[in-house]
């Protein structure tokens, strides 16, 4: 069991209230289990329950590694939502279990969503985190014109670009 604890420091820590709720009344621990919790930076926690509590699940933390499954790169993937917020929300999930590190929603000539619900994506990120037992949670950007991103990314030393265009030149003249 991962818990998402991203103001983590010292020996001790509470789990927020939510996460309390999750530990003590859904899964029902006890004091003295052993859990696992996550800062979103690349820490990695093994700690044990002082205090199983709904309101404040207190731990103790047993051991610590930094940097876990830290990559030698960075994956950043510009994406429209589409129409279905489903189908985009399950790409973010899907995006976060791979290991992206970054996430910007793009409003293109032709979207159809205009606006993403960030707190909402937030809290699929999360989940998606633990779940596949990541310890780094990726960035969500909020929604940015194709353009200003085509310019942000141009100067990466390996940029690709899926699209449907039939004229790679209509595409090249945009970036």
Known sequence: MIFYTPDIYGSRYS???????HAV???????GDE?????????WY????????SKHCETEITEHQVEY???????HIGIAPTKNIDRFEW????????????????????SERK????????RVIVSAMKQSQKAYLPQLNPMTPLSKWLEMVSNQ???????????DRELLKTI
């Open 15 to 21: 789990l927020s209230e939510d996460e309390s709720v």
């Open 25 to 31: 009344r859904v899964l029902r621990l006890k004091t």
């Open 35 to 43: 859990i696992t919790l996550v800062d979103g930076r690349g820490g």
């Open 46 to 53: 093994a700690a044990k329950i002082v205090e199983a509590n």
């Open 69 to 75: 499954g830290k990559r030698q790169y960075s994956l």
């Open 91 to 110: 790409f973010v999930e899907k995006a976060t279990e791979i290991g992206i590190d970054e996430i910007t929603p793009l409003l293109c000539e032709h």
């Open 115 to 122: 606006h993403v619900n960030a707190q909402r994506l937030q």
């Open 157 to 167: 030393t390996n940029c690709y670009i899926a699209h449907c265009i039939d004229n």
